[in-house]
């Protein structure tokens, strides 16, 4: 939901921008710490430092390491970050969080977002941030350095700062908590379930439960990863580890209410209800009721991130004049609120047409903040959810139909500049797609018409800026985006977004800038290959990356593309796949098929999507007997046309390729 937008009518929470974060200055946690960690002589890490760190903090608590090491994995991927704070102000490999101190020390920053909302903006920062709660007020999960220094011995500054003395304080929170059960040191994992589940900080029976099972898959999975720091870490596999679950019911949690919910069992969910009521002037809730998948089929998912900490989004989403979104998953555990019925249209993607058809997930997190992490925890818990909604609604998975918000085009020419960003570049697609079981993975020969953009993410670092301020650079990171330039050289300029800049001004680096950028998984039409560069079909353009054979950015793909049909020199391209204007009934107004600044033009090629018909909600009233969905002959194809996906006429077109 990135930028700082609160819509002041129906019309623009429905269709303009998603729930902007107003909270995103004061809880953006980046105080940039130095993490410390053994090393050699010469300064370089040692490859097996952290792993001895590790070993070291286990037989000194009596903690058995390979549950130390699944606790670290889930929370961290063994990562140190830099030194820098979780969006839950959680730090080291442990993340134990000490969100008072990253509140305190985190800087107000404005995005660098070049359309910035201006005194709207200002008002709802100011808002959100008069609503943070007091330090001294956080949950028991958003301060468990505190804890972690009692127990240890350790000052909660050496905890923050040195990776080592991180791990101890986990270590002695893991042994602490089984002493808390009344459980005895054990060197047998199973016997740590409970004291993995109260690690976790979840306040509920459910959460604790997902987060102790995700823990102990890691274990019996295993693990080998290069950490940020470039330390090799190795979890070996323990297969037959079968925890004493049966633990959890002696940490006095609460039951959270998931009556309502629609979510796998193997998610913690909880029912925390948009509202939809009426509150004057015609204008109601946050969302529309309907009925699919039968009025209309559900063909997207989109992933957005909050920009707001976890309190502040479920703020936003109970609010009858924001806008909504069906599920909300928390960053430190993985939790996961439902607001809306899959039933029924959300609003959050910009696009009205997008909102019928797609289910939205809001990730606690910040974009423009490399190393305000998202967590392990996270990004499974949203891949059971993502894989139960496409076995549900029939979803492929892949990144024609698994969207960031930053992929959902634009309705109409004049909304082109404000559709959002997020989750943006430094969300690992990757990452996630291997956690759906979907990695993206070679599908044919080196020569190949299609490539799949797939660089490596923890290597692949390209220079973004306005993390912070406008212009100023950001933090080197991982990144699962390329940059896109006019001829095959890192000199050429960017290539232009004429929608974003009309007077034909060259893309940025910026981060939050999307007009020369390919992301991981997207896939594009080959245009040419010199050297170690590819060419690939793009907003109409020929366009560039940088992808060497030896360590490459891109891999082979095969699917079908299309092109303009024969006897076309261009075709048109939309935001939105609406009905022609003899569809519509009596009584509803019908909506212009408007379309974009660009062109597809002759000789061209891009990825095919979905092939459907135009349609379009009519869904202005809280009585929902009015409501009408129009269904059109008019037929269209959704394409990957640049970083967002756009629809070309099905009768403009001739489809080829496979």
Same mark, same amino acid.
């Given at each position: ?82 030194? =820098?704070?979780?969006?839950?102000? !959680? ?6 969080? %000490? @969100? +008072? #101190? $990253?509140? /305190?020390? =985190?800087?107000?920053?404005?995005? !660098? ?6 005194? %709207? @903006? +200002? #008002? $709802?920062? /100011?808002a959100a941030e008069a609503a943070l709660p007091e ?12 804890? /972690? ?112 919910t629609e979510c796998p069992r193997s998610v913690a ?296 049909r024969d006897g076309l020199a261009e075709v048109p ?86």
């Amino acid at each position: 939901m990135q930028g700082f937008a609160l819509a002041r009518s129906r019309s623009a929470r429905r269709h303009a921008w998603t729930a902007g974060s107003a909270v995103a200055a004061a809880a953006l946690l980046l105080p940039l710490l130095s993490a410390g960690t053994s090393a050699n002589a010469d300064g370089r890490p040692s490859a097996s430092a952290l792993q001895r760190d590790f070993a070291e903090a286990a037989d000194e608590f009596g903690v058995p390491e390979s549950v130390l090491l699944g606790v670290s994995y889930l929370q961290s991927r063994w990562d140190a970050h830099g030194g =820098a704070a979780s969006v839950t102000g !959680g730090y080291g490999p442990m993340h134990l969080t %000490d @969100a +008072r #101190t $990253a509140l /305190a020390e =985190a800087p107000h920053h404005s995005h !660098g977002v070049e359309d910035a909302r201006g005194d %709207d @903006a +200002r #008002t $709802a920062r /100011a808002a959100a941030e008069a609503a943070l709660p007091e330090p001294a007020s956080l949950p028991p999960r958003l301060r468990t350095m505190e804890r /972690a220094a009692q127990v240890s011995g350790i000052g909660r500054e050496r905890l923050r700062d040195d990776a080592a003395a991180n791990v101890r304080g986990g270590a002695a929170l893991l042994a602490d908590a089984q002493k808390s059960l009344g459980l005895p040191p054990s060197d047998d994992p199973a016997q740590w379930y409970g004291a993995v589940a109260r690690f976790s900080g979840a306040d509920d029976v459910a959460t604790a439960r997902t987060y102790a099972d995700d823990v102990f898959d890691v274990i019996r999975t295993g693990h080998a990863r290069t950490t940020d720091s470039g330390q090799r870490m190795v979890l070996a596999s323990d297969p037959d580890v079968a925890p004493d679950r049966s633990q959890v019911a002696e940490l006095g949690l609460r039951t959270a209410d998931a009556a309502r919910t629609e979510c796998p069992r193997s998610v913690a969910c909880e029912w925390i209800p948009a509202p939809y009521e009426e509150f004057g002037a015609g204008d109601y809730g946050n969302h529309d009721k309907a009925g699919r998948p039968d009025s209309q089929s559900v063909e997207y998912i989109v992933v957005h991130d909050t920009e707001a900490t976890w309190d502040t989004t479920l703020r936003l989403v109970q609010d009858p004049q924001y806008v909504s979104w069906q599920y909300s998953l928390r960053s430190s555990d993985g939790h996961v609120a439902q607001h809306v019925p899959l039933k029924d249209v959300a609003w959050h993607a910009g696009n009205w047409f997008v909102n019928a058809k797609s289910v939205g997930l809001e990730h606690e997190g910040f974009l423009v903040s490399p190393d305000a992490w998202y967590t392990e925890a996270m990004y499974r818990t949203s891949a059971r959810l993502v894989r139960y909604l496409a076995h549900r609604f029939g979803i492929p998975l892949d990144r024609q139909h698994l969207l960031g918000h930053d992929n959902v085009p634009g309705t109409t020419t004049a909304t082109i500049r404000g559709m959002h960003t997020d989750p943006g570049p430094y969300w690992d697609w990757q990452h996630y797609f291997t956690l759906l079981g979907r990695p993206f993975i070679p599908q044919a020969g080196p020569d190949s018409a299609v490539v799949t953009i797939r660089p490596d993410y923890d290597a692949h670092r390209p220079p973004y800026t306005g993390c912070v301020k406008a212009g100023e650079a950001c933090t080197p990171h991982g990144s699962g985006a390329v940059r896109l330039h006019t001829d095959p050289s890192e000199g050429a300029p960017l290539v232009k977004d004429i929608g974003l800049r009309p007077g034909g001004q060259d893309s940025t680096t910026g981060v939050n800038d999307t007009g020369a950028r390919a992301s991981t998984g997207q896939q594009y039409a080959v245009a040419g290959r010199e050297g170690d560069w590819t060419a690939i079909w793009y907003l109409g353009q020929k366009a560039w990356f940088h992808n060497p054979r030896k360590k490459p950015t891109a891999v082979a793909a095969r699917t079908l593309v299309l092109t303009p049909r024969d006897g076309l020199a261009e075709v048109p391209v939309y935001g939105r796949a609406y009905p022609e204007a003899s569809a519509y009934p009596a009584g509803v107004p019908v909506q212009p098929v408007s379309p974009l600044p660009y062109k597809l033009l002759a000789g061209q090629k891009y990825v095919v999507g979905d092939r459907l018909p135009g349609e379009y909600l009519y869904a202005t009233t809280f009585d929902t007997a009015g409501h009408r969905v129009v269904r059109g002959k008019e037929m269209y194809y959704e394409i990957q046309f640049g970083h967002r996906v756009a629809f070309v006429k099905a009768a403009d077109v001739a489809v080829t390729g496979r």
